[in-house]
């Protein structure tokens, strides 16, 4: 049934340099990257840490801050710090060589069902069949699937499917050309089904259905929180910045002194924890910039403060190093704060 859909993908697919390879290395690292990120914004990554770290080995050898610094803008940080602790493993542990089984390949860190198959397939041409995002689609609307794709029984249902579907004979030309499908195609919005090849056979096609599915529970509200950041200034002309060793976002960037409030911060605010923490100020705390930043689950107001110090207390001693304003572009640091360094700093 799916036999219209590798023929167009010949004629139509994108010439993507993951896509030319059987090496596992270079596939797992574009898979990694592309979870949560579009193609085209992942590709200048990929090619970025290609040339930095040819080999896995050499990714596995690489310094943290390093790497963080080269995957900053990208998001998810997780992402990188997963992607270390495997490519350490297979360095350390398997002498430099990936898994060549579905079943190894899983129990690496960071590589889920999606994951573990894609690399098995397009690396080893194993018949392990692709469900991301886009083979949820096309499979929800040509069998016309009503089950919410975020749901527990989804997975076995659609798992199930696309494994019955699955090409044995050619499964890493099978999943590059559904999921290629899914992404040029049969998008989520305003899909070009006049030129589908299998519209005669889709059954939201035929329902008009199309824009309805697939179905997907809405996500939780995400979160408000409320970011004060404060840039302490001295004589030096260095300001003090500390590495996030909390767990949740952002663990293991580079940020300035953070207060996090339960509503908008403000100038008293300051105040008093600085009184508080025995800092000595000249003047006032001046905001110096205000912004929005939206994560999945979290929506975060930051506001920016500049404190003139008449000296530096014991506290902004221990734990924070101190740094000229324009090395601070060598540190990995939110996209948040990337943007507030470059508008305001630099």
Known sequence: MLHPIITWYL???RDLPWRNTTNPYPIWLSEIILQQTRVEQGLPYYQKFLQHYPTVSDLALADDDDVFKLWQGLGYYNRAANMLRTARLIHHNLNGKFP?????????KGIGPYTAAAIA???YNLPHAVLDGNVYRVLSRLFGIEEPINTHSAKGIFSNLANE???TDHPALHNQAIMEFGALLCKPKSPDCGNCP???????YKNNKVNQLPVKIPKRKPVD??????IYTDTSGKI??????ES???NKLYEFPLIESDADGTVQFIETHEKLNGVKIIGSPQQIFKTKHQLTHQTIYATFWELQLKQIPNWLKEGFIWVDKLDIQQYPVPRLLDRFIHAILL
């Open 11 to 13: 004629q139509h697919k």
């Open 198 to 204: 299998v519209r005669i056979s889709c059954v939201a």
């Open 100 to 108: 060549d089984t579905y079943d190894g390949l899983i129990k690496l």
């Open 121 to 123: 397939s397009f690396a």
């Open 225 to 230: 929180r409320y970011f004060n950041y404060i």
């Open 248 to 250: 949740g976002i952002w």
């Open 165 to 167: 579907l699955l090409n």
């Open 240 to 245: 003090p910045i500390r590495q996030r060793v």
